[in-house]
């Protein structure tokens, strides 16, 4: 990595905005390598030199990790010239980490979306070969039953004739039910209750692997990922690698 303006990087980062950067900088607040730096064009290797705000040293990531619960009504698409999409509900500083969600969520589907800057984490997890679960919860028309967890058991056929894979469907002996599935076609949760003769009126994603949705985030908020949640994603996954 060659090197890099210091305020650019911390910015890169995601800690602050140029501006606010240069101010923090000025500030004498950022050590490089424990020595004060108030310049915020001073060239850093991002990579070897320790970097430091206010006493806490700031870890170079080439890659970052973040859950959002999005909410109805946004989709799930880097840009749009008209509509609303995920990366407009992210705080100023991480709109510049280049950020893209892994798979997508519909529009009117609420949960658990994945935003990294890694495309190899992301084409591990939405690639069916993995094996990584997928679990909605879903209000439908109708109360599903035995016969649709038996449906779903074999592989859903949908309306067009696309086989999907073996997938599971809890039922609660009411209209609302959850499903795991490990692939992610078009609106398939959907066209899949669908073929049951269950149309779905609403979805949410639960989780991803093992990782739960943090239902303590409010519509819209992140958080960003630890290593252990990364863990519960991809067991054999490594920051770093
Ligand atoms: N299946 C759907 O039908 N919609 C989603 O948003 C996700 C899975």
């Not at 009411?174 to 669908?194: I, P």
Request: hydrophobic share 40%; with cysteine.
């Amino acid at each position: 990595m060659s090197q890099m303006r210091l305020d650019k990087l911390l910015s890169e980062l995601g800690v602050a905005s140029r501006k606010e950067l240069r101010d923090i900088i000025r500030r004498g607040r950022v050590r490089v390598d424990g020595a004060v730096v108030t310049a915020p064009e001073q060239k850093v290797d991002a990579e070897r030199s320790e970097v430091s705000l206010d006493g806490e040293v700031i870890r170079w990531q080439r890659f970052r990790y973040f859950m959002m619960d999005k909410p109805e009504g946004v989709l799930s698409v880097t840009e749009d010239r008209r509509q609303q999409t995920v990366l407009d509900l992210l705080p100023e500083e991480l709109r510049r980490l280049g950020l893209f969600p892994v798979g997508r969520l519909d529009k009117d589907t609420s949960g658990l979306l994945l935003l990294t800057n890694d495309g190899d984490f992301a084409h591990r997890v939405i690639s069916p070969k993995s094996g990584v679960e997928k679990r909605y919860r879903a209000e439908v028309e109708g109360v599903p039953d035995e016969r649709d967890v038996r449906a779903f058991e074999r592989g859903i056929v949908l309306a067009d004739g696309t086989e999907c894979l073996p997938a599971k469907l809890e039922t609660t002996g009411e209209s609302v039910c959850f499903v795991t599935v490990m692939e992610g076609k078009y609106h398939q949760v959907k066209r899949m209750l669908a073929a049951c003769g269950k149309p779905v009126v609403h979805l949410r994603r639960l989780s991803v692997g093992a990782l739960t949705l943090d239902e303590s985030l409010a519509p819209g908020g992140v958080r960003e990922l630890s290593q252990e949640d990364l863990c519960k994603v991809l067991s054999d996954f490594a920051i770093g690698n």
